[in-house]
């Protein structure tokens, strides 16, 4: 691909106080919700399941990779990156975030994300939606260590608990 048309940059997202003076900086949940399952129902039927995961996955690492940049760069003390992320991650209304195990030297992390954006509130689905945050937290983990991250979703709103939970695992050698 010689030129890209959509190559994500922060200014794509505009001024939003100059472009909104009345409405705000702030919309629905609802407005966000349905803008992701459209999407994932479409892609779904172009392109299938699996692909469309991964294609989520991608975006959220993308995304986590850029709010990295933007807002947590320059940390070099865990704790204190943590304890960043879970300002920006709450006053923006994406979740409120907390670690359950951190294991720096193994690369081995448990944390969850109550109140998340994506989920909290769902129907019971049987199976975990959290792809896009699993992503996202795979872009900070691996922007922070500069190691390579798997991220799981193990226990989400959608299926029954009151928490996303997720599992970091730095991939071995890298
Ligand atoms: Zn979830």
């Known amino acids: 691909m010689a030129e890209r048309k959509y190559k994500f940059s922060w200014d794509l997202l505009g001024d939003i106080a100059k472009g909104r003076?009345?409405?705000?900086?702030?919309?629905?949940?609802?407005?966000?919700?349905l803008m992701q399952f459209t999407f994932r129902d479409v892609m779904e039927q172009h392109i299938g399941t699996e692909k469309t995961d991964q294609?989520?996955?991608?975006?959220?690492?993308?995304?986590?990779?850029?709010?990295y940049k933007m807002f947590s760069t320059n940390i070099n003390d865990f704790n204190e990156f943590v304890k960043g992320l879970q300002k920006t991650l709450s006053d923006m209304g994406i979740g409120i975030l907390r670690f359950e195990k951190a294991d720096m030297e193994k690369g081995a992390f448990v944390l969850t994300v109550s109140e998340d954006l994506?989920?909290?509130?769902?129907?019971?689905?049987?199976?975990?939606?959290?792809?896009?945050?699993?992503?996202?937290?795979?872009?900070?983990?691996?922007?922070?260590?500069?190691?390579?991250?798997?991220?799981?979703?193990?226990?989400?709103?959608?299926?029954?608990?009151?928490?996303?939970?997720?599992t970091a695992s730095a991939y071995p050698g890298r």
């Open 55 to 67: 294609i989520f996955y991608e975006a959220g690492k993308l995304a986590g990779t850029e709010f």
């Open 118 to 166: 994506d989920c909290s509130g769902l129907p019971e689905l049987g199976y975990e939606i959290c792809t896009y945050d699993e992503g996202f937290i795979s872009g900070l983990f691996e922007s922070f260590t500069g190691r390579s991250f798997k991220v799981k979703e193990v226990d989400c709103w959608c299926t029954g608990d009151r928490t996303c939970r997720f």
């Open 21 to 33: 003076p009345n409405l705000g900086p702030n919309s629905s949940i609802e407005v966000y919700r």
